[in-house]
Structures are given as C-alpha cells and as structure tokens.
C-alpha cells in the first residue's frame, strides 16, 4: 500500500490532467453559455426567397404593398412578384404548372382554374397547416366552404369581392335624373340607362356599360336559385334581351367594337363616357388611385347591384381571390407563413387601406376601408349585402361549362346568332358534354 501523502499527491495530480483535457463543450454551462436555441435562430435566419404569380402588377397596389408589409416584418423573406397577362393567366399557370415550375405561391384567379389546380394534384391541401396554426375559418364568413373539394381546402381567400353598380354623379346631375338606390331593380336600371343615354359622336354619353365578360351578364341571372352549371339556360334569356336591346338602341357601347379595341372598363367610366358602371367592389380601389393621381376628376358613388324583381335587395354575386402553394414548391413551410400573413387580419388591413375589399371583414378592417380617403360616403351601406352567390361553383366541370358559355355569348352579343338560339345551343352543349 502506498504511503498516505503518496495517494494524495497522486490524486490531485490525475484531478489536474482531467481539467486541463476537458473542452469547454464538457465545461459545466453557465448564466453566459450559449445553448441549443442558437442553432434554431441561426435556422429562422435563414434567408428565403419565395415567387408569386400574379397579373396587372403595374395598375394593382395591393400586390406589392402586402409583400412590402410581410417583408418589413420578416427581413429573411424576400418575394418575387411573376406577371403573367390577366387576360392569359390562367393558360399560362396551367403550362407551368404541367411544366413542374417551381413558383411557390400560386394565385387563385377564379374558380375554374381553381378546380382545374385541384383535380390535376398541382396545388397542396391547407387543412393541416390550419389546423396545427389553430385558425378559426370563420373568419372568412363562408369563403373556405366555398374552396372545400371532397373535404380539402387547397387555398385560402385574401380578397372576397362583390358586385355593385357605380354611377357619375355629375352625369345623373347634368340630366336632372336621381341617383340610384339600393333597391334597384334590372327593369328601373334600364329606364335610368334610356335617360341618361345623350349626345353623338365623340360627344355621346352611353347610360350604362356592360364588358365583354360573359358575367357582367350572365350574373344578373343567378341572383335566386339558378347556377351556371345547369341543364336548361332558358332563365337566362329575358337578361340577354334586355342587354342586346340596349346595345341595339345605342344605350349601350357596342361589344364587338368594345372586344376589337380592347377596351377596358375603366377608362370608358374614368373619362365620363358612361353614366353607371356594373362592376366589381375591386374597381374602388382603381377609383380612388385615379382621383390622386389626377387622372379622374368628377364626384362618384355605389349602390347595390340592380336585382330582379322578388328577389331581396343586396342579392349579388362575388368572387374569391386566394392563395395556394404549389405541389412543387421547396420552401412549402415558407410560403404558407407567408399565405398566412397575406389572408389574415394584417394582409386584410393594408388590402382595406388600399380600397379593397378583403375576404376577412373584421369590424377592426372594416373600420380602415370606411375611413379611407375617397371611398363613397354610400359605401357602408351598398356593401351590405343579403347574399352573396359565386359567379362559378366548385364543380369539377365548371372549365368546360364556362368555355362553351363564353363562346355562346360572344355569338349572342356580336348578333351572330339570336338570343333564343343562343340559349338553346348553350343548353345543348353543355347536356352533351357532361352527359345529361
């Protein structure tokens, strides 16, 4: 056995050597260590650089303004804004989408090109990303019902507009006619139409506009329990003949001419050509831009969308505008944070400041649309609406229904073919092709 001090100067000298070995990792941590969470930071870091679609960048503020909003608050993200033509938007989404391209949100135009994503697998399912980030989907009053196929929701809505009808003050006053009401009827709309018409040539002043969508007729006739897909479009006809009645009496601008020119509706209501206006809540914002830029200079209003008779004022159509994350995004997770922030309550308020309606009405939003500088004092009330109906159903035959009702109205409005035989071919076509 060794002597006592022996041992103990052995043991302080192993005690030593384990000291001067041991790394500052096996170092017991203390109040200044770092810790794991640095690692996670370092991640969240991590700079992300995310591609959206979108069309009319140039005239559409919202666009850039909502990134910018995103942007200040995530200096990791970067989003690149891709302009597709509004007009070949959604062919050309299709042919990237086919493609594989890698754009990571996808915007969601119209319901069409929403159901054709879905059907395809282009687009991932949201259900789960709500639900782990506990969003109450009543926030969207019914927009993401609207979007559900088999159970899946493949988008969420930013943007919820409706249709209402603008009017020129100064041309209603200029013809000693009143202002329309919120309880329009499509009769008492075309007798204010007649009135206003007046004047000739470059001077004429038409008393309505209707554009060369096939909605901006077709919708008049959906505001009780009719539906774009059907097996008989004969509810149809008395709408179209009062709109070919008008184009025929020159109360109207002529549509062949109107499609010709690529005319588009705000500049036929912005340089006071037209005395009322069925248009989108969307052209608010285009309004209100127009007036500060000093390229509009008249006194405006809205009412609710003319109706027909027994049906309850405030019926109208709307559309949804949403968000999606492509199938073949790389940054998934990225882009649904930033989807998030786009549809929810913060993307809604600069939606709002900017004069559009956005798909989350919180009276918090509401309150920033109202206030906004330009909007129609008679706005709060022709927003209010008593249903609201969309201008296509999720259906999975919706693309080819809205084809062969597209071509048949640009028949029925080129006087190509009578409205009668207008009506009926679009019935017999669409029986044909979805088997009735």
Not at 65 to 78: G, H, L, R, S
Not at 152 to 174: E, H
Not at 220 to 249: E, H, K, L, W
Not at 260 to 275: I, T, W
């Amino acid at each position: 056995m060794l002597p006592k001090k022996v041992l103990t100067l052995l043991m302080l000298l192993f005690s030593l050597v384990l000291i001067a070995c041991s790394s500052p990792e096996e170092a017991a941590p203390t109040a200044d260590s770092s810790s794991d969470s640095g690692a996670t930071e370092e991640s969240a870091d991590e700079t992300v650089a995310l591609k959206m679609t979108a069309w009319d960048i140039g005239t559409t503020p919202y666009w850039q303004a909502v990134i910018d909003a995103y942007e200040a608050q995530n200096p990791n993200v970067t989003v690149e804004l891709v302009e597709i033509s509004s007009q070949e938007y959604q062919d050309k989404v299709n042919i990237m989408l086919s493609g594989g391209d890698e754009t990571d949100i996808i915007v969601i135009k119209d319901i069409p090109g929403y159901s054709a994503m879905v059907t395809r697998g282009q687009i991932l399912p949201l259900n789960s990303y709500v639900e782990a980030d506990g969003i109450d989907t009543a926030i969207f009053s019914g927009a993401v019902e609207e979007l559900t196929y088999e159970g899946q929701y493949y988008g969420l809505p930013f943007r919820s507009d409706i249709w209402i009808l603008y009017y020129n003050k100064d041309l209603f006053d200029a013809a000693g006619v009143a202002y329309p009401d919120n309880d329009l009827t499509w009769a008492e709309y075309e007798e204010l139409a007649r009135q206003l018409t007046s004047g000739e040539g470059n001077d004429k002043v038409y008393g309505t506009h209707h554009h060369t969508w096939r909605s901006t007729v077709q919708i008049g006739t959906i505001q009780g329990d009719n539906t774009v897909i059907a097996d008989d479009y004969s509810f149809m006809q008395p709408m179209y003949d009062m709109i070919v009645s008008m184009q025929d009496d020159g109360i109207i601008m002529d549509y062949g001419s109107l499609k010709a020119g690529n005319v588009h509706y705000s500049g036929v209501f912005q340089n006071e050509q037209v005395a009322m206006l069925p248009m989108g809540s969307w052209f608010i914002g285009s309004m209100i831009a127009a007036e500060a830029s000093g390229d509009t200079d008249f006194a405006w209003g809205v009412a609710k969308f003319p109706h027909p008779d027994g049906i309850e004022a405030g019926t109208t159509a709307g559309t949804l505008t949403g968000l999606a994350i492509n199938e073949n995004s790389a940054h998934q997770d990225a882009a649904w944070e930033f989807i998030k922030f786009y549809s929810g309550v913060e993307g809604a308020k600069v939606l709002a400041g900017l004069g559009n309606l956005p798909a989350v009405r919180t009276d918090e939003v509401l309150s920033v649309f109202t206030a906004l500088d330009g909007v129609p004092a008679e706005a709060s009330e022709a927003l209010q609406t008593a249903s609201v109906k969309l201008e296509a159903p999720m259906d999975p035959n919706i693309g080819v229904v809205e084809q062969i009702l597209n071509e048949e109205h640009d028949l029925i409005m080129t006087n190509s073919v009578s409205v009668a035989d207008g009506i009926a071919e679009m019935t017999s076509r669409v029986n044909d092709e979805l088997g009735e």
